[in-house]
């Protein structure tokens, strides 16, 4: 999924119209709601700046929806809790046949949605004919196409789709077109959630705010722009999961007031802003309540291509010597890996023998005069208009113009930027990220870079004859040695040909409370909330 | 005539010169190149010290010299939108106040409708629209402010039409231009001169504001209103990102006021005309 920046992200804009909005609301909300939890009830409490944009998980593509999807639903299998290993969700087993084309789960049988239905294998294939039908315009359809029948039922010529197949309520077996060894990593995704279909027929459209999974809590409470209250599912399937009675999210409220409000101990978990990141660190106290984690982002400065100066690679290569990656490290008070290529380091299929581009201004200043640009050029830079990515983007302004590019900034809103990129030849260069879907590199190098892509995630507009066959030879290899050497190979064809200039592997900390235990953070995903619990402390309310 | 000034006058006078004369000869007064990083302060900023008496910021850039670099902006943005908005005050409230009549009605129920809409949104409105930049934020700013201008010029030009000296020149047979040019126009330049001076503080403010909401002047061009926005989380760890910008704003605004007031004093014109 493309990956925001998510240090002190403050679109000031917003903040206005959220202050106002807030205001507005108050204004007509008087008293306090009644209590949902009683005294001494084990509730985590978050709070975050913007709001959960659904609960559907048909339609959830970022961060926020995922986090709160995966505590209310369940996949026939998930990720582990810290890792990217695939363990059983609701699906107790499964097999591949040797060719990579067809998967079998065999499912528990004691699971049941909060309703009290129970879950079968057709809940299963109902949830990913739901996600295919274009009517639903989920973001997911892409990654399901490749079953067998998925084309004409989306066509509408099928009124089922006939590669997905429930002999029994307890087995679902899924017959691919071509083969492919991680299409299990797509079952993975919250998509591919189980959904009840009555309850979908019941609120159609409004599913989102209705929602009723089979996860180990239950949507209690979501007021739009101020909180979502979830509580503890008693008919998990898993025994003694979750341990908490409910987790409560604060909505609208920023980084910094996050940090008020956790040194207050009004909530138990927070991002640290970079402000007060070095003075954590230098705390021993606070220093042993942060949380550490790569996860699998890269990012990057994209170069368009297609637009000059960046069709001639030395230019693109200048770029990458011209930037001081470990200064921009250093902006962001450390929380970040110098990148060396595309793949992060927590990928498996990374190349740690990969050296990149070091910084390496008198080469950059070579390289530009080779390509007849002695004197350098002038260049705009879009980028999405937040703090963070301005003070970025000023570091990578200085750089450049020791090397003679003259970087002119162009802030423009997130959802603007995507749709721009998309457009041939009209964003020269840009601020970008890309957080890994599932853990192989096909979900970077495939997605990012092929030429099959252009006009969608390639947006750096890259093509390589010799790339793309690597591409081709790799994707149906089970064999992870055989599989990852092909993907290493393109990835130095991709880092040569240099389309991006390739920043950083962010690093995420996370700050808890000293009563809150058993939270694992996973490089892939939100953190799973079923396992925390909370001992007893002074300001529980 | 000698002129004398008073102390206020004096005062502000001095700023205003030292402001000046520190917008002009800022690459020679700054110790380092105010867009570069000089101080390895990445991500944790330098308080105040002998070698960067003002503390370094996030990018390690040296806050003295920003702040002296940043003068220029604000000073070449402060000036020049108030000439620009001079310019249209003057000649609406010259017109409206002279001509009179429907000409008079037309003018200022435009200025009214002007009036209503508050100037901060508007520019933001329009710098967004416009994309940032010295030039649009110099005319956004000129475009905006002109109101309170005209409707003081007119004022004064209504009253100064009907004075017995203008009647006697019209009775003389002076043309309509001529009037206005050799009769109206020199009365009323004191009071704009007020306007201009106190105006400028005004500008300088509203520029600020721009810079804060990330509208203004783009980057590497050092800024004070930019500087104190790009310093906001450190608020509670390193104030003195933010705190000597904002003495600097506070100073240049004084500088105008100050000189401002004081000439009106002077004058002994009645300042509820600001």
């Known amino acids: ?541 | 005539m000698k002129l004398r000034l008073n102390f206020m006058e004096t005062v502000g006078a001095v700023m205003v010169l030292g402001l000046a004369i520190v917008a002009i000869f800022a690459p020679q007064l700054a110790p380092h190149d105010p867009a570069r990083a000089v101080a390895a302060s990445f991500g944790d900023p330098w308080p105040p010290s002998l070698a960067f008496p003002l503390g370094a910021d996030q990018l390690g850039r040296d806050v003295l010299s920003r702040i002296i670099y940043g003068a220029r902006a604000s000073l070449i943005v402060g000036v020049a939108a108030m000439a620009i908005t001079l310019a249209i005050g003057v000649t609406i409230g010259l017109a409206a106040g002279f001509l009179g009549g429907a000409v008079d009605s037309l003018l200022m129920r435009f200025t009214d409708v002007m009036l209503t809409m508050p100037a901060l949104l508007l520019a933001m409105a329009l710098v967004t629209v416009l994309q940032p930049g010295l030039l649009t934020v110099l005319l956004v700013i000129g475009l905006i402010s002109w109101t309170q201008v005209a409707r003081v010029v007119r004022a004064e030009a209504l009253s100064i039409s009907r004075r017995d000296f203008v009647l006697a020149a019209r009775a003389l047979g002076a043309t309509r231009p001529r009037l206005i040019i050799r009769h109206v126009a020199p009365n009323v330049m004191p009071i704009i001169v007020v306007m201009a001076a106190l105006g400028v503080s005004g500008t300088l403010l509203l520029d600020a504001g721009l810079s804060f909401l990330t509208l203004g002047v783009p980057p590497p061009t050092p800024s004070w209103g930019r500087m104190i926005e790009e310093s906001t989380a450190y608020f509670r760890t390193a104030p003195w990102l933010a705190i000597f910008p904002g003495l600097a704003i506070l100073y240049a605004v004084m500088a105008f006021n100050l000189l401002g007031h004081g000439y009106l004093r002077r004058r002994g014109l009645n300042a509820s005309t600001r």
């Open chain 1, 1 to 541: 999924m493309r990956a925001r920046v998510k240090t002190a992200v403050r679109p000031i804009r917003a903040a206005i119209a959220a202050i106002i909005f807030a205001l507005a609301l108050s204004a007509c909300r008087a008293g306090s709601p009644a209590p949902i939890f009683p005294p001494g009830a084990q509730v985590l409490h978050l709070a975050s700046l913007d709001d959960v944009p659904t609960l559907d998980p048909a339609a959830g593509y970022d961060v926020d929806s995922w986090m709160f999807e995966q505590m209310i639903f369940d996949t026939l299998i998930r990720y582990s809790d810290s890792g990217v290993d695939l363990v059983p969700d609701i699906a107790a087993a499964w097999t591949a046949s040797p060719d990579s084309t067809v998967f079998t789960f065999h499912l528990r049988n004691d699971v049941r949605f909060s309703n009290g239905r129970a879950v079968a294998s057709a809940d299963f294939k109902y949830a990913l004919e739901r996600v295919l039908d274009p009517k639903t315009r989920s973001k997911g359809m892409e990654y399901y196409r490749g079953i067998l029948g998925a084309a004409d039922f989306a066509a509408g010529r099928a009124k089922s789709v006939a590669g997905i197949e429930t002999p029994d309520p307890s087995t679902i077996v899924f017959r691919l077109s071509a083969p492919d060894p991680i299409f299990p990593h797509k079952l993975a995704m919250p998509f591919a959630a189980a959904v009840p279909r009555e309850v979908v027929a019941r609120y159609g459209e409004d599913f989102s705010r209705h929602v009723v999974g089979s996860g180990p809590f239950m949507l209690r409470e979501w007021i739009g722009g101020q909180r979502i209250v979830l509580v503890r599912n008693p008919d998990y399937f898993v025994k003694g999961v979750p341990r908490l009675d409910g987790v409560v999210e604060a909505i609208g409220v920023n980084e910094d007031l996050q940090w008020f409000r956790f040194e207050t101990g009004a909530i138990d978990l927070s991002a640290i802003p970079p402000a007060v990141f070095p003075f954590v660190m230098k705390t021993p106290r606070l220093k042993a309540l942060t949380m550490r984690i790569v996860t699998m982002t890269t990012r990057y400065l994209g170069m368009n291509c297609q637009m000059p100066p960046f069709t001639d690679v030395r230019v693109r290569r200048a770029m990458n010597y011209a930037i001081d990656k470990r200064k921009l490290v250093a902006v962001i008070n450390g929380r970040g890996i110098p990148a060396n290529g595309v793949l992060p380091p927590s990928l498996p299929g990374y190349d740690p023998e990969l050296r990149g581009y070091p910084y390496d201004p008198a080469r950059a200043r070579a390289l530009l005069e080779q390509a007849g640009y002695p004197h350098g050029f002038a260049a705009t830079v879009w980028l999405p208009a937040d703090q963070t990515m301005m003070i970025l983007a000023q570091s990578v302004q200085q750089d450049l113009a020791l090397a003679g590019v003259d970087l002119k900034l162009k802030p423009v809103g997130f959802a603007p930027l995507l749709d721009a990129i998309r457009q041939p030849k009209t964003v020269p260069l840009f601020f970008s990220g890309w957080e890994a879907d599932f853990p192989d590199p096909a979900n970077f190098l495939d997605v990012l870079l092929s030429r099959a892509q252009w006009g969608a995630n390639n947006d750096s507009w890259f093509y390589d004859p010799q790339f793309d066959a690597l591409l081709a030879r790799a994707k149906p290899l089970a064999d992870p040695a055989r599989r990852f050497a092909l993907y290493r190979e393109a990835q130095r064809i991709a880092v040569a040909g240099a389309p991006w200039v390739f920043l950083y592997f962010p690093v995420t900390w996370q700050i808890r409370q000293p009563w809150v235990h058993g939270l694992a953070l996973n490089p892939m995903r939100p953190a799973r909330l079923d396992r925390v619990w909370i001992s007893p402390h002074p300001s529980a309310k």
